[in-house]
């Protein structure tokens, strides 16, 4: 079993800052790939950042980063503005120990931007 645990998340005015945190454990043989996606309220869940690519809304204010020794992703959020709020969920491409490989997910954290 695989667990992703997100830290990080909370209320914050237009134009402030957060840093979310996403560490993976359990029976991890290699991470593939991480990533963050987000949820609005009545709309999809949708791509945030990878390492490889940012969803166009958020190009130039969040910064995706990665620390392989911890096993951790981050998401730093610069320039929040009140349509990122969502529950951001963070994503994770595990070959466990097994060798099986699937997706994992947390179970999310609130980010809250007042106006």
């Known amino acids: 079993q695989v667990q992703l645990v997100e830290s990080g998340g909370g209320l914050v005015e237009a134009g402030g800052s957060l840093r979310l945190s996403c560490v993976a454990s359990g029976s991890i043989f290699s991470i593939t790939a991480m990533g963050w996606y987000r949820q609005a309220p009545g709309k999809q869940r949708e791509l945030v950042a990878s390492m490889t690519s940012y969803a166009d809304s958020v190009k130039g204010r969040f910064t995706i980063s990665r620390d392989n020794a911890k096993n951790t992703v981050y998401l730093q959020m610069n320039s929040l503005k009140p349509e990122d709020t969502a529950v951001y969920y963070c994503?994770?491409?595990?070959?466990?120990?097994?060798?099986?490989?699937?997706?994992?997910w947390g179970q999310g954290t609130q980010v809250t931007v007042s106006s």
């Open positions: 994503n994770a491409d595990v070959r466990t120990t097994d060798y099986r490989r699937r997706t994992y």
